[in-house]
């Protein structure tokens, strides 16, 4: 066999394998869809979690607007006061909430009326499966990749203004 035409045969196979190695990496990067950190893709073109709440800027008030929440299954949305910067004394809970996504802002009564400058937090909580909020038994959600659990920290202000819809479809 003759050596020139043998190194000629792989740096074709090299060349060629290069080729598809690359196309290879390119597909994954544009077109892989395997995303562990439980991100989906809405028609809006944001990522969100199978897990999220989000709370626009409230106005002082004895209830509290809840704009979007996912859940991957039924559980709650519960407001908390602030102590010392973390998440205090519930002050309201929603209503059992189905898996999947709210279609409308969801409205929780509180306890006490908030106040201009205070935070709030709103947590969400999967459901032990009896449909009634229990702090001992309804877990908080937990984050997967913060490892905490998936709260909105909220600032109350009597300058808010009215928050937009947003729809996550």
Do not use: C, W
């Not at 395997?34 to 989906?40: A, I, K, N, P, R």
């Not at 199978?50 to 979007?68: D, H, K, R």
């Amino acid at each position: 066999m003759n050596p020139i035409r043998s190194r000629s045969n792989i740096k074709i196979i090299l060349i060629f394998g290069t080729i598809i190695a690359t196309g290879i990496g390119v597909m994954f990067v544009f077109f892989g869809n395997d995303d562990e950190s439980g991100s989906v893709e809405n028609s809006s073109g944001f990522f969100i979690r199978e897990n999220a709440i989000y709370v626009a800027e409230q106005s002082p008030s004895n209830t509290v607007s809840v704009s979007i929440v996912r859940l991957e299954k039924p559980g709650f949305a519960v407001v908390h006061d602030d102590i010392n910067e973390a998440p205090g004394e519930i002050l309201g809970t929603s209503n059992l909430i189905i898996s999947g996504e709210t279609a409308d802002s969801l409205l929780i009564t509180l306890s006490r009326s908030t106040l201009d400058g205070e935070t709030i937090y709103v947590m969400l909580h999967f459901d032990n499966g009896d449909g009634i909020f229990d702090l001992t038994k309804d877990k908080p959600v937990i984050d997967p990749v913060t490892n905490e659990p998936i709260t909105m920290i909220v600032v109350i202000s009597q300058d808010a203004a009215e928050p937009d819809t947003v729809n996550f479809y």
